[in-house]
C-alpha cells in the first residue's frame, strides 16, 4: 500500500531550538496538507498546497512557523524558534484533486 | 467557515453490538471522509463518501447531502474498534475540516 512518511516520529527538543519535520507524500498526489492535533483544538489545518504552489497557510504563526515543498517528493515544517505551546502531533497528508486524504504517522513534538 | 458537529462524543459498548455514530455539517459539501484514529495515534482513512452508501467488511457509512448529515455504522463491534472516530468535510477544493470526534470504548 501506498503510504505518507513522516519524520521523525518523535522529538523532544528545547524552548527556542529549531525543529523540521518532514513529509513524502504518496506519488502522484498533487495536494499536501499539515495538520495539527492538540487536546484543546483538535484537529487543525496549519497550511496546504496544491502543484507544490503555497494555496493557504493562515493556520500558522507566521512569525515562527514555515511550509515549504522544495519538490514533489518532500515536504517540510519548520518552526522557528521551538516554544512549549507548540507542543502536538502534526500529521501530513497527501490527496490526488477531488479524492480522499491519506495521512502519515505523526510526528510527535515536546517542547520543553 | 463550515461547521462539523459529532455524537456521541462518547460511547461504551460490549463487544458484539452495533452503534451508529452521526455527523452534521452546516454548509454544502462535495468531499467527506470518516476517519478512524487508533490508540497508538495513527488517522486510518474508513470512507471517502460524499453522497450515498458504502460498506467495507462491519462498517457501513450513509451520507445525505441534501440534510447535511452522514453516519458511520459498526456492527458486531470487537475491541479493536476502540478509538476515535473523526468525520471531517470540505467544499469546493477546500481542505477538510474535522469534527471533535467520537471517542468509542469496546469492552471484551
Known amino acids: 500500500d501506498a503510504r505518507v512518511t513522516q519524520t521523525p516520529r518523535h522529538k523532544v527538543t528545547e524552548m527556542g531550538q529549531e525543529v523540521t519535520m518532514r513529509c513524502q507524500p504518496i506519488?502522484?498526489?498533487?495536494?499536501v496538507f499539515w495538520y495539527r492535533q492538540t487536546m484543546m483544538q483538535g484537529l487543525e489545518l496549519l497550511a496546504y498546497?496544491?502543484?507544490?504552489?503555497?494555496?493557504?497557510d493562515s493556520g500558522m504563526p507566521k512569525d515562527r512557523f514555515s511550509a515549504e515543498m522544495p519538490d514533489a517528493t518532500l515536504a517540510t515544517l519548520k518552526i522557528q524558534p521551538s516554544e512549549p505551546r507548540d507542543s502536538a502531533v502534526y500529521f501530513c497528508?497527501?490527496?490526488?484533486?477531488?479524492?480522499?486524504?491519506?495521512f502519515g504517522s505523526g510526528t510527535r513534538l515536546t517542547v520543553v | 467557515g463550515i461547521q462539523v458537529e459529532q455524537s456521541p462524543p462518547d460511547l461504551i459498548l460490549q463487544e458484539g453490538a452495533n452503534s451508529t455514530l452521526r455527523c452534521n455539517f452546516s454548509?454544502?459539501?462535495?468531499?467527506l471522509q470518516w476517519f478512524h484514529q487508533n490508540p497508538w495515534g495513527q488517522l486510518i482513512n474508513l470512507f471517502y463518501?460524499?453522497?450515498g452508501t458504502k460498506q467495507n467488511g462491519r462498517l457501513s457509512a450513509t451520507t445525505v447531502a441534501t440534510e447535511r448529515y452522514s453516519l458511520l455504522y459498526i456492527s458486531s463491534s470487537q475491541t479493536t474498534d476502540s478509538g476515535v472516530y473523526f468525520c471531517?468535510?470540505?467544499?469546493?477544493?477546500?481542505?477538510?475540516?474535522f469534527g471533535k470526534g467520537t471517542r468509542l470504548s469496546v469492552i471484551a
Open positions: 497528508a497527501s490527496a490526488p484533486l477531488g479524492y480522499g486524504y491519506t
Open positions: 506519488l502522484g498526489h498533487n495536494t
Open positions: 498546497f496544491r502543484n507544490r504552489a503555497p494555496l493557504d
Open positions: 454548509d454544502s459539501v462535495n468531499n
Open positions: 463518501i460524499p453522497s
Open positions: 471531517a468535510v470540505g467544499s469546493g477544493n477546500t481542505p477538510l475540516v
